[in-house]
């Protein structure tokens, strides 16, 4: 009886981390082949607020993003 719900715990608790980390590992390669923001969305987003940016400007803004991925 115990070994039983011994057994269907650690089942439990292996599917938890195998899915835990396949999720993350296809969550990864998703946002690598489609970033959530590019440099054309940048540019229009500085645009908006009244500014031209320069090339350099959006260089920066760009690594500080993919700083946090």
């Given amino acids: 009886m115990i070994h039983d719900i ?3 715990l ?3 608790i292996v599917g938890l981390v195998v ?3 396949g999720a993350r590992f296809f969550m990864k390669k998703y946002m690598q ?4 923001i590019n440099e054309k969305m940048i540019e229009v987003m500085m645009s908006s ?3 031209k940016p320069s090339q350099k400007q ?3 803004v760009m690594k500080q ?3 946090f991925m």
Avoid: S, W
């Fill in 6 to 8: 011994l057994l269907i």
């Fill in 10 to 12: 650690i089942g439990l």
């Fill in 19 to 21: 899915g835990f980390l």
């Fill in 33 to 36: 082949k489609n970033p959530p």
């Fill in 49 to 51: 607020m009244g500014r």
């Fill in 58 to 60: 959006v260089n920066q």
């Fill in 65 to 67: 993003m993919n700083k």
